[in-house]
């Protein structure tokens, strides 16, 4: 029973460059939540999607950010023309309905690097 | 104001000692309270929910007091491995999948 899987674990990339970030959710979970983990900082709400929706992305930066959960497939997270301020740990969960509840476990997290 | 704050510590405590940590909120809406335990550049993990009448799971304890707005934790009996990064974490009323995340308080157990 694999939990929530994302990948790459860790992803450099130069300024301007565009980053990808996937999250495979646990096995039956049907909704997905992305967090930001700033040094030093608690995780911050980015966006919550369910399969081929997003339902809240009010966490979401108005520019360059994106996000999708498409039918088939993991959910990403985009970031085009990426800045040094972008680095961060980008952090997925998934749950089985919509709650903030102990039912959302986390995945790993992509540490994201801009040079 | 932030919506979750907590000291940043970090708290430097002996093993074996007895420490707690505190963590207000801003929002008296917030139903759900939850500690995570987070390990250097690692995910976030459950360590405990926080129910209004406090409970306990082997040496850690968690309390909610919704007149002052704090969740507490402690830790009895300090273990090496208990050092960790301690987030809490608020589920506010109105949007129920979204946690307010404080910024987390480091604790150091010495041998």
């Known amino acids: 029973n694999a939990g929530v899987m994302q990948n790459p674990r860790h992803l450099v990339r130069r300024r301007g460059q565009e980053a990808r970030l996937r999250c495979s959710p646990m096995?039956?979970?049907?909704?997905v939540y992305w967090y930001r983990q700033l040094p030093e900082e608690g995780l911050k709400f980015m966006v919550y999607?369910?399969?081929?929706?997003?339902?809240?992305e009010s966490g979401m930066p108005k520019e360059r950010f994106s996000a999708e959960f498409p039918k088939e497939g993991p959910s990403i997270l985009r970031i085009q023309q990426v800045v040094r301020g972008d680095s961060a740990a980008y952090f997925c969960?998934?749950?089985?309905?919509?709650?903030?509840?102990?039912?959302?476990?986390f995945g790993q997290g992509t540490r994201l690097t801009v040079v | 104001r932030k919506e979750v704050e907590q000291d940043p510590g970090p708290f430097n405590v002996p093993e074996g000692a007895t420490v707690a940590f505190n963590c207000t909120y801003s929002n008296s809406a917030s139903q759900s309270f939850f500690w995570y335990r987070q390990d250097c550049r690692k995910e976030p993990k459950l360590l405990m929910s926080v129910y209004s009448s406090g409970n306990e799971d082997g040496r850690f304890t968690a309390q909610l007091n919704r007149a002052s707005q704090y969740i507490s934790l402690l830790i009895r009996d300090s273990k090496l491995s208990d050092s960790a990064t301690y987030l809490c974490?608020?589920?506010?009323?109105?949007?129920?999948?979204?946690?307010?995340f404080g910024s987390g308080t480091r604790l150091l157990v010495r041998p």
């Open positions: 974490a608020v589920n506010m009323g109105d949007s129920s999948y979204k946690l307010i």
């Open positions: 969960a998934s749950s089985p309905r919509a709650t903030g509840s102990p039912e959302a476990f």
């Open positions: 096995k039956g979970h049907s909704h």
């Open positions: 999607l369910q399969k081929e929706n997003i339902i809240d």
